[in-house]
């Protein structure tokens, strides 16, 4: 029997057994580069994504810490105008003053946490002059708290604690004038918190003044200054600075004691001021 010719391009041909198909738009090279095509799509897009949420979310917390700080600042600024307002009521006898905060989600508070305590020491040890509790007038959001204590205006940030206006203690000449502003709350609300802006309204209460030596006592040898407050390190910086003061010691964490370098007349000048949170 005879045999025809093969028909071109038959499975028996082995020139076409076991081959496929290649090149572009088929086979497996363009599926290889389709597949490439769609990874660096894949990464690229990834790429750019991470890139923008890292950058957003660095400026949102930027943005944020610059918000924290503005706030702070306007209750500083705030605090500056109370701090002048009581100085006109302590020097210059002002019947009253207001001042107004914005609280930002803050909390303003009225309370005592402070003691002044005037003492000497002679032959026969140490003695206790006048021993005055003072309240503070203290804004805090979160760690942050910006408080009036005593004369002084006071700024902490969590335990560390530096005065930014310093109580208007006078020394020189041997005679050293100390005027403690001693807040009182005016009616039953002493705290406040949330939104919105508080007016603190301050009106002049009553007034003493005690001289020491007092005549009474044996010459003291010494006469010193103690405060016992949580804003201690404050008070520490500001005795250190002041040349009034000298021999600087912190027998507690909450507790700072000063010698007067001044102390032939000392006269201790307590002033009461009513305080009241208006909304």
């Not at 990874?39 to 890292?54: C, M, N």
């Not at 026969?124 to 760690?143: H, K, P």
């Not at 250190?240 to 004691?257: I, L």
């Amino acid at each position: 029997m005879s045999v025809g010719p093969r028909e071109r391009g038959s499975r028996d041909d082995p020139r076409v057994a076991g081959t496929e198909r290649t090149g572009p738009g088929g086979g497996i090279g363009g599926d290889e580069r389709a597949v490439s095509d769609v990874v660096g799509y894949v990464l690229v897009f990834t790429l750019v994504t991470a890139t923008i949420g890292t950058v957003f979310g660095i400026g949102m917390v930027g943005l944020e810490n610059r918000q924290d700080a503005e706030r702070v600042a306007n209750v500083e600024r705030a605090f500056d105008v109370l701090d002048d307002n009581l100085r006109d009521i302590q020097r210059y006898e002002d019947p009253s003053r207001a001042t107004e905060i914005r609280l930002s989600g803050g909390t303003l508070s009225l309370s005592e946490t402070t003691t002044v305590t005037l003492e000497y020491t002679n032959a026969s040890g140490d003695f206790e002059y006048e021993r005055v509790n003072v309240s503070t007038i203290a804004y805090t959001d979160d760690d942050t708290t910006v408080v009036y204590e005593g004369g002084a205006q006071i700024r902490a940030d969590g335990s560390e604690s530096t005065m930014r206006s310093p109580p208007r203690f006078v020394a020189d000449d041997g005679r050293t004038v100390l005027p403690i502003v001693r807040p009182l709350a005016a009616g039953d609300s002493t705290s406040t918190g949330g939104d919105g802006t508080v007016q603190i309204t301050t009106e002049r209460g009553g007034s003493r003044t005690l001289q020491y030596p007092d005549g009474v006592a044996p010459d003291p040898t010494e006469i010193r200054i103690r405060i016992e407050s949580p804003y201690a390190d404050a008070w520490e910086g500001y005795f250190k600075d002041s040349d009034a003061f000298t021999d600087v010691a912190r027998p507690t964490e909450d507790e700072v004691v000063a010698r007067l370098n001044h102390d032939d007349r000392v006269f201790l000048r307590v002033i009461g001021v009513d305080v009241g949170f208006n909304r």
